[in-house]
């Protein structure tokens, strides 16, 4: 049985008709109405579901009930996640970053970003009996992201076009009129075509705090560098301004540098460095940093450096530290100035 963030929940319950008794709609899924919004409560998928669809039949106007939940999604409703979407440097990039954090929302639903000609498909792969709660679900998901596009990017934004597998509602004018682009039903894939230029088009609302951390952050370690123009420092500081997005390949590195791979690695063999040892010490020293000087989550922290789960983040730095990133911050609140 899969899992769904609650958070979804919620704004579904939000955006119901006025008429239906939204504490008792929370309640039946064991939400506390009166409790923080958390993303990291989970509900599961088939209760979800049949939530979703107990709601279609009982408003009049049912079919609209997955557009209204997408439009009202907030880029900081969706926590690290939408940390991550809205820092990116443009929608190419808060795509690509939704492949990777997507299942800290839901272990239903993945993505992937297929480039075309035109531009590219965001794909939403969702595995299951394709009851009207997962097709209600599926349109949701497709209007949040829509939503959130609109929020961080600095063009307005209208998808190429819009695909579902599911058949069309009776009414689509809604649908229409929402994404502003043609609807193609009965298709072969659940996803979105955006084009070249909104894909390259800068966000407006990346989040300058991280983006001053980074600098300050890299300026600072340049400056304790011996040699700044060495090629083992060149490569952790890119390497420390791409984990973010994710931890670079050693083929995007060498890109980067206009090298190919083997000699990268020939190079900083020969410096007496590997590239897994690099990106773990630049991976380490940032985690660091972000715990002494910032207020971060955990799991903000755990993205920010290169880690699609918190899990996996904690693992890997008591392996460096010896302690829980938590115990880490910890003792140096406590330490005496």
């Known amino acids: 049985m899969g899992q769904i963030t609650s958070l979804f929940v919620r704004k579904v319950v939000g955006v119901v008709e006025d008429a239906l008794d939204k504490n008792n709609l929370l309640k039946s899924l064991g939400i506390d109405p009166d409790s923080a919004a958390d993303p990291s409560q989970m509900v599961s998928d088939t209760d979800y579901y049949s939530f979703l669809e107990k709601i279609a039949i009982a408003e009049n106007n049912g079919t609209t009930l997955p557009l209204r939940a997408g439009a009202a999604m907030r880029c900081d409703d969706y926590g690290a996640f939408g940390l991550a979407w809205k820092s990116a440097t443009n929608l190419g990039g808060s795509y690509e970053r939704a492949e990777r954090y997507a299942r800290v929302l839901t272990s239903v639903s993945t993505y992937t970003v297929e480039r075309v000609d035109q531009g590219a498909f965001i794909h939403l792969h969702r595995m299951g009996d394709r009851r009207l709660g997962m097709r209600l679900s599926n349109e949701a998901t497709i209007a949040s992201i829509v939503s959130i596009s609109r929020q961080v990017s600095t063009k307005p934004f209208t998808p190429l076009a819009v695909y579902f597998k599911h058949q069309a509602p009776k009414r689509i004018r809604e649908h229409q009129a929402y994404f502003g682009c043609p609807m193609r039903f009965d298709a072969d894939q659940d996803a979105l075509l955006v084009s070249n230029e909104s894909l390259q088009t800068p966000n407006q609302l990346g989040d300058k705090s991280i983006s001053q951390f980074f600098d300050t952050h890299l300026e600072t370690e340049l400056s304790k560098l011996a040699d700044p123009h060495s090629l083992e420092h060149q490569v952790r500081i890119y390497v420390s301004r791409c ?71 904690t693992r890997a730095f008591k392996r460096w530290a010896g302690q829980t990133p938590r115990s880490f911050r910890l003792n140096l609140q406590t330490k005496p100035n």
Do not use: C, N, W
């Open 243 to 313: 984990l973010s997005e994710g931890v670079p390949t050693i083929s995007d590195v060498a890109e980067h540098f206009t090298i190919s791979g083997r000699t990268l690695q020939r190079r900083l063999s020969e410096l007496g460095y590997s590239y897994k040892t690099l990106v773990d010490e630049s991976r380490r020293q940032l985690a660091e940093r972000l715990l002494q000087q910032t207020d971060y989550s955990l799991a903000e922290v755990a993205f920010m450096t290169g880690f699609s789960e918190q899990s996996a983040f």
